[in-house]
């Protein structure tokens, strides 16, 4: 299956600032997702998008993200105002059904400073 | 609630040797279970899935067998090349969404 693509490959932020990552997967898929893997350690589940809504998010989802599918391809993850502890690897999935795999992208590293 | 317990890691192994990579998991029910791999910079990628007990998933040499009575999903191969040197990620399929383990880093030396 073709990949899912996401950009930019790497940021870099200062603290406080704003940050969207995106991931393009392709359209025809319902299930979207956001993981992060802070470096060396496991990778932590974020949220997960179905049918254009948040279907459940983790207790690290907080108030500081925000996940859109603004044109019908592209999925997004924002940061409002990124801390130090933000710097991980973050990494967009999808799957076609509730019963398929999941696909992920090469992941995008943010470090904030 | 559910989870997932991988071997910790790194477990260094010469080439050709046989390689076993523990991981048990709780959950109710049956979830499907996974193998993801990361190589060094890349991202995740599916090695191989189980759905239901029983079920054996393979895939480029590695296999693993979905276990109930034991709860376990071990990654097994017969002979590791110095290629397949990655992080081996276990996890399961929990409400439609992916809980991993911790993952174990393998060393495969010349």
């Known amino acids: 299956e073709p990949e899912v693509t996401q950009t930019p490959s790497h940021q870099v932020t200062q603290m406080g600032q704003e940050v969207i990552l995106r991931c393009v997967p392709i359209s025809n898929h319902l299930y979207f997702y956001w993981y992060r893997q802070i470096l060396g350690q496991k990778v932590e589940f974020l949220v997960s998008?179905?049918?254009?809504?948040?279907?459940?998010k983790s207790e690290i989802f907080d108030d500081q993200f925000s996940v859109e599918r603004p044109d019908g391809s592209n999925f997004t993850l924002k940061i409002r105002s990124t801390k130090l502890e933000d710097s991980a690897m973050y990494f967009c999935?999808?799957?076609?059904?509730?019963?398929?795999?999941?696909?992920f992208g090469s992941g995008t590293r943010l470090t904030v400073v | 609630g559910n989870s997932v317990t991988q071997m910790e890691g790194p477990v260094t192994l010469s080439e050709e040797a046989f390689l076993t990579i523990n991981c048990t998991y709780t959950a109710t029910g049956y979830p499907s279970l996974f193998w993801y791999v990361q190589y060094p910079g890349e991202g995740l990628q599916l090695l191989l899935k189980a759905t239901k007990a029983d079920d054996k998933g393979s895939n480029k040499g590695f296999e693993a067998t979905y276990r109930k009575e034991t709860t376990s999903f071990h990654l097994e191969k017969g002979s590791v090349q110095v290629s397949d040197s990655a992080v081996y990620f276990c996890?399961?399929?929990?409400?439609?969404?992916?809980?991993f383990g911790s993952g174990t880093r393998l060393l495969v030396r010349p």
């Open positions: 999935a999808r799957r076609s059904g509730p019963t398929d795999g999941y696909t």
């Open positions: 998008f179905y049918n254009n809504e948040i279907s459940e």
């Open positions: 996890a399961l399929d929990s409400s439609y969404k992916l809980i």
